[in-house]
Every structure is written in structure tokens, then in C-alpha cells.
T-cell receptor, first 111, second 111 residues
Framework: NAGVTQTPKFRILKIGQSMTLQCAQDMNHNYMYWYRQDPGMGLKLIYYSVGAGITDKGEVPNGYNVSRSTTEDFPLRLELAAPSQTSVYFC??????????FGPGTRLTVL | EDQVTQSPEALRLQEGESSSLNCSYTVSGLRGLFWYRQDPGKGPEFLFTLYSAGEEKEKERLKATLTKKESFLHITAPKPEDSATYLCAVLGSYNTDKLIFGTGTRLQVFP
């Protein structure tokens, strides 16, 4: 099993550009999550999904969108990137919120 | 509002010098407390889940315990490879599907 995979690993965006962060898991987990991690701030939940076709907002959803058309994939869309979105983004998955498994992260810089 | 506070922020230990990390929480109806290890530049790695006061879990040199207000991660005779940031998270009945993370304890073990 590859576990949770994320692409790209690094990305630099200009202000106002858009991009999609990809996340896939091969563990047949029903729950998937997107977090951002800023230095000294801990992990903040952006969006999560409890199954295909179902998504909900976390603590910091503004400026982001998600979709979940399959069990395996949970892409995160950034529209009109802003410097405040500079962060490390982690995708995670779990079976009914019991012990989340994290991907390796995407380091995003918005200039 | 659910809250998680971890202490200390940073801890330096000599190899073999045992110590404990603290995770204090305020949550309405604890459904689970989770410990993760995070190495620099990587995603958090799941360690333990604790569900009720009095419960204990062990893995190699790590032992996690839980009371009604806090959890401890005890590290016995640590080695340099135990150096990492340790994160605590809680799942409460109010935020039904959302983990609330602490900001972590950065552990450094010197030979």
C-alpha cells in the first residue's frame, strides 16, 4: 500500500493564480481531511469528507474548495492565491476518525 | 470550545534521560485522544489512541496515559532517533468529526 500520497511536493504561486493540490489514498478509508500547518500554530482543519459526495468545512475554509467524487481522491482547490495561503498542506485519511494517516505534505509559497 | 495545550514547547534530553510530555485538554465529551510523531519535513505519524481515563498504551520506549483532564507521553531511556515533534489531538462530541490539535512539543535527544 502506498498509503496517502500528495502531489506536488513543492509549489510557488503568484498572487491571484489558482491551483489544485492532489491527494489520494489506497486504504479504502471513508474519511479524508485537508489541514494546513503554519510554524508554531499547529494543524488547522480546512475541509473534510466522510465519504464520496459529502464534504464539510473545517476551521479555516475561506479561499479553498474541495470535492470528493471517489473514495480514493480528495483534491483541494485554491482560487486566487494570497500570501496568507503560504503554508504546508497535509492530507489525511482514516476509517471513521480512528487514527488519521497523513500524507507527506505539499509546501506552498505564494509570492 | 474544545482546546488542547501541550507542554513544554521544547524539551532537550540526554540520551537515556527519561521524561514526560504533557497534553492538557478541555473538551465536551471526549471521544478519543490521539498522539502523533512528526519528523521535520514529513507528515505526522500516528502513534496511539486513548479513549477513557485510566487507559494506557505502549510502543517501544513510549507510553501514553490518560486522565480526565490530561494525557502524558512518557519516554523511557530515549535515544537520538526519538527526536521529533510530538503532537496531541482530541476528538470531542461537539465537533463530531474534527480533531483539535495542540501545537506540539519539540523533543531533542542528544547522545
Amino acid at each position: 500500500n502506498a498509503g496517502v500520497t500528495q502531489t506536488p511536493k513543492f509549489r510557488i504561486l503568484k498572487i491571484g493564480q489558482s491551483m489544485t493540490l492532489q491527494c489520494a489514498q489506497d486504504m479504502n478509508h471513508n474519511y479524508m481531511y485537508w489541514y494546513r500547518q503554519d510554524p508554531g500554530m499547529g494543524l488547522k482543519l480546512i475541509y473534510y469528507s466522510v465519504g464520496a459526495g459529502i464534504t464539510d468545512k473545517g476551521e479555516v475554509p475561506n479561499g479553498y474548495n474541495v470535492s470528493r467524487s471517489t473514495t480514493e481522491d480528495f483534491p483541494l482547490r485554491l482560487e486566487l492565491a494570497a500570501p496568507s495561503q503560504t503554508s504546508v498542506y497535509f492530507c489525511a485519511s482514516s476509517y471513521s476518525n480512528v487514527g488519521q494517516y497523513f500524507g507527506p505534505g505539499t509546501r506552498l509559497t505564494v509570492l | 470550545e474544545d482546546q488542547v495545550t501541550q507542554s513544554p514547547e521544547a524539551l532537550r534530553l540526554q540520551e537515556g534521560e527519561s521524561s514526560s510530555l504533557n497534553c492538557s485538554y478541555t473538551v465536551s465529551g471526549l471521544r478519543g485522544l490521539f498522539w502523533y510523531r512528526q519528523d521535520p519535513g514529513k507528515g505526522p505519524e500516528f502513534l496511539f489512541t486513548l479513549y477513557s481515563a485510566g487507559e494506557e498504551k505502549e510502543k517501544e520506549r513510549l507510553k501514553a496515559t490518560l486522565t480526565k483532564k490530561e494525557s502524558f507521553l512518557h519516554i523511557t531511556a530515549p535515544k537520538p532517533e526519538d527526536s521529533a515533534t510530538y503532537l496531541c489531538a482530541v476528538l470531542g462530541s461537539y465537533n463530531t468529526d474534527k480533531l483539535i490539535f495542540g501545537t506540539g512539543t519539540r523533543l531533542q535527544v542528544f547522545p
